[in-house]
């Protein structure tokens, strides 16, 4: 497990102790420095991959606020989506409208909270579910009318006597955005940056009691001064960590200072700094190398997290080919699964499409125990839902997944992916 991933489940561990004692808050906000709120978005996102059935339910929007009159309706109008797919797996489910006898209220929040009850209602698998509805504009056009917005939305919750469905937001815990709100239950969520670093050192770079020590010795230096909030002299020894490495021909420790001084710019909120210590990267990481793999998806994951999709699907796609060069074919997989999550939405649904397809085709040069440990049966359960009524490629993907993995291969994903 990679020092990432296990932040991510100490946060999920922390998620569900902070819901389980706060079941009667109808909102739960995140606090946290920047880095931290976006491992928090990152775990939020992690959520959608897991099986839901009997489980609960997350639904991401990043789409922006541009007032209290429409941001309920544009919530329902991409949910539609959504509901389609859950119909499938019914029969004679009434169509998902709106309709609210006597509209006396101030936003339409009640357009995106009554949805949410019928859907419950009309739909056992998810009835004992709770529906977790994570907001992040990527702009808000006007912060009092989204207080409103929210703070009706909690009001609609508490009347309704429903504790099933939870609003999310995530902030800085300083330089907040949203006004105290009684109604919201607000957690913080602290990385611990020393640790986070001295996890990667030795992720990356495994030997003991070699001449690398003064290296290690920076390395871990920098943590510590990054755990204080020393930002330039945690750069100072990570640069100095550079030139040890570089001495001792240590690409595997170059590249891993690299990395690591591009989380502390992160952290320091230095993003062009931060940008350039990719491309340096990757003029120095080892041409077609299970490293050079990890550091475009890495580099992938940091401009998702800076809303730069584009850029973010070209590093996935380049990480993908480098996999498929060195026969590295899960990791191959695995950025396409990425690509194609990122379009899931109606407008690009033929993409998403061509990206799984290239899995199936990345499966067949797999051997049997490297593709059962893939993230193959997600994409080809996704695949199975969006083919629809093309009954021909429904059969060929149902025979090609039961000569992979019997007759049960299927797994439970019909959720939409947000970006």
């Known amino acids: 497990m990679n020092p990432v991933d296990l932040e991510l489940v100490k946060l999920k561990r922390q998620w569900h ?18 880095h931290e709120t976006e491992l928090f978005d990152g775990f939020i996102k992690s959520r959608l991959s897991e099986d839901y059935d009997g489980e609960d339910v997350f639904l991401i929007h990043y789409q922006e606020f541009n007032g209290m009159d429409s941001y309920g309706q544009s919530l329902f109008d991409e949910w539609k989506e959504f509901y389609e797919l859950l119909e499938k797996s019914e029969e004679n489910i009434p169509q998902w409208e709106l309709n609210v006898a006597d509209n006396k209220f101030k936003t339409d929040a009640y357009k995106a909270f009554f949805p949410l009850l019928d ?26 009318e989204l207080s409103l917005w929210v703070k009706e939305w909690c009001e609609l919750c508490e009347k309704s006597v429903n504790q099933d469905i939870k609003l999310v937001w995530a902030e800085h815990h ?49 943590s510590n001064h990054l755990s204080k909030g ?26 891993s200072a690299y990395f690591m001084l591009t989380q502390a710019y992160i952290a320091d909120k230095k993003k062009e700094r931060a ?23 890495n580099y992938g994951s940091y401009l998702l997290g800076n809303s730069k999709k584009s850029k973010a699907e070209q590093a996935f796609e380049k990480a993908a080919e480098v996999a498929q060069t060195i026969g590295e074919h899960a990791m191959a997989i695995e950025c396409y699964r990425i690509i194609g999550t990122l379009n899931d ?7 998403m499409i061509e990206y799984f397809e290239k899995c199936l ?15 193959l049966k997600f994409v080809a359960s996704m695949l199975y839902i969006k083919y629809e009524g093309d009954k021909d490629k429904k059969t060929t993907l149902d025979n090609e997944m039961k000569n992979y993995f019997g007759e049960d291969w299927t797994v439970n994903v019909e959720k939409p992916k947000y970006n």
């Open 230 to 255: 020393r930002y330039k002299e945690a750069e100072f020894a990570l640069k100095n960590a550079v030139k040890l490495a570089k001495e001792q021909k240590n690409k595997q420790g170059e590249i």
């Open 174 to 222: 300083q330089y907040k955005t949203l006004p105290d709100n009684s109604s919201a239950h607000s957690f913080r969520v602290e990385v611990d940056i020393h640790q986070l670093m001295q996890n990667t050192a030795a992720h990356t770079n495994r030997k003991k009691n070699s001449v690398d020590t003064d290296f290690q010795q920076q390395i871990l230096t920098a």
């Open 17 to 34: 102790n902070v819901v389980s004692k706060n079941e009667e808050k109808p909102m739960f906000i995140c606090l946290g420095e920047k």
């Open 345 to 351: 939405t109606v407008l690009t649904k033929d993409k």
């Open 275 to 297: 940008e350039d210590t990719y491309h340096t990267i990757f003029e120095e990481v080892e041409p077609n190398s299970p490293l050079e793999v990890q550091m475009y998806m």
């Open 119 to 144: 859907l419950k209602k009309n739909f056992p698998n998810i009835k004992d579910s709770k529906i977790y509805l994570y907001i992040a504009p990527v702009r808000i056009n006007d912060i009092k």
């Open 361 to 375: 085709d990345i499966a067949k040069l797999m051997e049997p125990s490297t593709r059962e440990s893939s993230s």
